[in-house]
Nanobody
Framework: QVQLVESGGGLVQTGGSLRLSCAAS????????MGWFRQAPGKEREFVAA????????YAADSVKGRFTISRDNAKNTVYLQMNSLKPEDTAVYYC????????????????WGQGTQVTVSS
């Protein structure tokens, strides 16, 4: 059973940057595809980015491509989301997710979830 804990959220102005971290424990982190999702008030949870178990393959949603970068450090059991050029529409709770056997951008592809961290971008 994998436990995931996000950190790094906060309040930032438009155009600013934040780096989210997700620390994993209780499993073999290097075996998992890791992803980031977000959920804005009144909206469905949506895919943001994913990274393969060794970090060689990454995939980002069109809405964040070129601004957000996902990375991982398997020695530290941590996955990161570097967010640059933030916009008010990026405001959401950001969730880290892990998948043991699947690669994808759907919620159903992921077995484990963190509790989320709030990101607020002011205009």
């Amino acid at each position: 059973q994998v436990q995931l804990v996000e950190s790094g959220g906060g309040l930032v102005q438009t155009g600013g940057s934040l780096r989210l971290s997700c620390a994993a424990s209780g499993g073999t982190f290097s075996s998992y595809t890791m992803g980031w999702f977000r959920q804005a008030p009144g909206k469905e949870r949506e895919f943001v980015a994913a990274i393969s178990w060794r970090g060689g393959i990454t995939y980002a949603a069109d809405s964040v491509k070129g601004r957000f970068t996902i990375s991982r450090d398997n020695a530290k059991n941590t996955v990161y989301l570097q967010m640059n050029s933030l916009k008010p529409e990026d405001t959401a709770v950001y969730y880290c997710a892990g998948s043991l056997l699947r690669w994808g951008n759907a919620r159903a592809d992921y077995n484990y979830w963190g509790q989320g961290t709030q990101v607020t971008v002011s205009s």
